[in-house]
């Protein structure tokens, strides 16, 4: 032990330089021990699988394995129960930190709402106002022809009994209505007379 100690003594410079280097690993020491503790090393959790699972079921078995669940975008879909899970991340099987918020995309519990933003009527060919619709989503378009001075114009649109104008706001399953004109209606001969005197008009 003599020796040891006259041995730093001879060599003051070799001796700091070790005690800074004994120094330095315990500061490391403490600090990784302190990022243990800070973020939770070693405490993790598998994500489950929830597609498919209502938002109700999604939410308890996240809760039964220390996770919690966000909403992050909705799509309306027919042919699922409304607030179905369809996608969620971190994927299912992804070991993240317990306490993590998964992502979840669910099916709306009520139809998208769309706005019309072009007259439907007027200057407006059925064509053009079936185009206009199913770009906005409406698919259930159904045309009923009058008469009327210009053939295939639209005059009038309606979702159930309410006229559809700019400005307008209804679910994307509406039913709309376009009322398009088909021409104008012959006129009928007054009498029998009448008749014959416009076919003997048409024969000369």
């Known amino acids: 032990m003599s020796k040891i100690l006259k041995f730093f003594k001879r060599h003051p410079l070799l001796t700091n330089i070790l005690a800074m280097a004994v120094l330095g690993l315990l500061l490391l020491w403490g600090t990784l021990l302190f990022l243990d503790s800070w973020t939770e090393h070693g405490s993790t959790a598998i994500v489950p699988d929830i597609k ?17 669940i966000e909403i992050s975008d909705s799509i309306y879909d027919r042919s699922m129960a409304p607030g179905t899970v369809v996608e969620s991340w971190p994927k299912a099987g992804a070991v993240v930190k317990r306490g993590r918020q998964v992502y979840t995309t669910i099916t709306a519990f009520s139809p998208k709402q769309v706005t019309i933003s072009m007259p439907l009527t007027g200057n407006v060919s059925s064509r053009q106002a079936m185009s206009y619709l199913r770009g906005i989503g409406i698919t259930d378009i159904r045309l009923e022809h009058v008469p009327s001075e210009f053939v295939d114009l639209v005059v009038g649109a309606r979702y159930g009994d309410t006229p559809l104008s700019v400005g307008s706001v209804i679910p994307v399953t509406s039913t709309v209505t376009l009322t398009v004109g088909n021409g104008p209606v012959a006129e009928e001969p007054d009498s029998i007379d009448e008749f014959v005197d416009d076919a003997f ?3 000369e």
């Open 52 to 68: 498919h699972r209502s938002y109700g079921e999604a939410q308890a078995i996240l809760a039964a394995n220390d996770l919690t």
């Open 201 to 203: 008009d048409n024969a």
